[in-house]
């Protein structure tokens, strides 16, 4: 888990090539994406590829739970 930049900018460095799911939850709880990751959720995800060597951007949507 990251905490976002004050311009609302993650920074994710270090992440191997492939397909991800990408969110953002709004909480001062802990979250445990082992145990609380359903169907809805990654239907509000945003699809993420990473390849190797480049930089990317995704909009990420903030999901409310």
Do not use: H
Request: hydrophobic letters at 40%; proline letters at 6%.
């Amino acid at each position: 888990m990251w905490s976002c930049a004050p311009d609302g900018k993650f920074e994710i460095l270090s992440v191997r090539p492939g397909e991800y799911y990408a969110f953002a939850i709004a909480t001062d709880d802990y979250f445990d994406p082992n145990n609380n990751l359903d169907n809805e959720l990654l239907k509000q995800s945003t699809p993420v590829t990473v390849v190797d060597n480049e930089a990317i951007t995704a909009e990420i949507r903030l999901i409310e739970r």
